[in-house]
């Protein structure tokens, strides 16, 4: 019996992650993390729309605002700009360090606790921002580190099943396993309308325009979706 937990942030790859998870287990259990993010109410407000679609056996909602406190991103430290996107390979302000690892590690001990063997986490190395800790090396190692500071009956698997795949790629996946784009969220900067400026917006757009489908959600700015 397969019974996992799935991270969800409310954003579109974790909502695809999930329709992967809810089609290969038996059960799924859903985790989402309020870290003190700009878009927080946002993003909860997909989270539980998402959670209303999949209906997991439970959640968990976490707080962890002392990310906020610790700062050092522009999406939880207001007197940092969230840039607009400008093409660079460099890793962007809107990073939060090591944010992935306090994820997976929470995610952990409720796994150890409801004898969950598995954990689904959608981050995307190609084609995304370049986090540092969206590496599959990353989740690999955090495995290991897993495996060895807990019961020794304990056996959890970290899934990654989107990390490799292009935006585009998983939007046309995501629309072949049913999931409900038009509930996720990815804006960095609003509550209410996507600003189509930012970093996660100019990904989403882009890999929708590469998928020939219209994004479901409304934009503040006019995009021309090249579709008939």
């Known amino acids: ?47 539980r729309k998402m959670k209303d679609f999949f209906k997991p056996k439970d959640v968990l909602i976490v707080d962890v605002s002392y990310l906020k406190d610790i700062g050092g991103s522009s999406l939880t430290d207001e007197n940092m700009e969230i840039k607009d996107f400008d093409g660079s390979n460099e890793v962007p302000t809107s990073y939060v360090p090591f944010r992935n690892a306090h994820l997976i590690t929470i995610a952990a001990s409720w796994a150890e606790v409801i004898g969950a063997n598995r954990i689904y986490i959608g981050a995307v190395k190609e084609d995304s ?25 304990t056996e959890i698997e970290i899934i990654t099943p989107i990390i490799h795949k292009k935006k ?45 489908i219209r994004d479901p959600i409304p934009y503040e700015i006019e995009i021309d979706w090249g579709i008939n």
């Open 1 to 47: 019996m397969n019974k996992a937990i799935v991270l969800v942030s409310g954003g579109m790859d974790s909502l695809v992650t999930a329709a992967i998870a809810k089609k290969e287990c038996d059960e799924i259990y859903f985790m989402h993390l309020n870290y003190g993010q700009r878009t927080e109410v946002r993003e909860l407000r997909s989270f």
């Open 129 to 153: 921002s370049g986090y540092p800790d969206c590496r599959e090396s990353f989740y690999k190692a955090i495995g290991k580190a897993i495996d060895l500071g807990t019961k020794d009956e």
């Open 168 to 212: 585009s790629e998983i939007i046309k996946l995501g629309v072949k396993l049913g999931a409900p784009l038009e509930l996720s969220w990815s804006c960095y900067k609003n509550n209410n309308i996507a600003c189509g400026k930012c970093d996660s917006c100019m990904l989403r757009i882009n890999a929708f325009k590469k998928a020939g």
